[in-house]
């Protein structure tokens, strides 16, 4: 089960800078992008940044569909991040190729979450910058919700949720230790 989380802790549910997934929409096509540049932006009122290359379908459809949702992938989506990552929503339907399940969100219409990933943001787009190749999208989170087993205490419970990083090239991480000092 799945519980809301307040949007004054919605920085903690990507602080660690694990790899999302990012669906959009418009019209009649949806997509989603695997990213890792991206950031909690501010606190008050709470901001999140993506950082998406320009000839991406994924910046096509953010900038006409104006929102997007951040999803949470833990280590068992390790292959369908590498697939949603590896091909583009121009040529096929990653939804289907990866059999990732399209969800209804909970306050945005028309963009699907991903019922497989523990987390989601979803964001309206209130602005983006052009920065050399790729687009700041500049997202304002106005529902967040993690799985209440695994993110307790606003913080992700890294004992039990292994979220993914990316080290670049074939190379990836996960999290395994919980520690607190
Ligand atoms: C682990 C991983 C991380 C990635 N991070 C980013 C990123 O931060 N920004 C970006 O523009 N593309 C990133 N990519 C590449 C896109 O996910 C990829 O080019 C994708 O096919 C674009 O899909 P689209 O054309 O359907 O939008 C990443 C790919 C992988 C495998």
Redesign the pocket.
């Known amino acids: 089960m799945k519980e809301e989380i307040s949007l004054s802790r919605v920085n903690r549910l990507i602080n660690s800078g694990n ?1 999302i997934l990012v669906t959009s929409s418009y019209k009649d096509r949806s ?1 989603i ?6 950031s909690p932006i501010s606190i008050k009122p709470p901001v999140i940044g993506i ?3 320009k000839t ?4 096509e459809l953010i900038l006409k569909g104006e929102e997007f949702i951040i999803n949470i992938p833990d280590w068992s989506l390790l292959d369908k ?2 697939y ?7 040529d096929v339907d ?1 939804f289907k190729e990866a059999k990732l399940t399209k969800e209804k969100a909970n306050r945005l219409i028309r963009t699907p979450k991903i019922f497989e990933c523990i987390g989601s943001i979803e964001c309206i787009l209130r602005d983006y910058k052009e920065i050399g190749d ?1 687009y700041l999208f500049i997202g304002e989170p106005i529902y967040v919700e993690a799985e209440s087993e695994l993110f307790k205490q606003d913080i992700w419970d890294t004992s039990k949720a292994d979220l993914i990083y ?1 080290l670049g090239s074939n190379f990836f991480m996960k999290s395994s230790k919980f520690i607190e000092k």
């Open positions: 790899v997509n992008i695997t990213l890792a540049w991206h950082s998406v290359a991406h379908f994924s910046s991040v590498i949603c990552g590896k091909h583009s929503g121009r990653k790729h990316h």
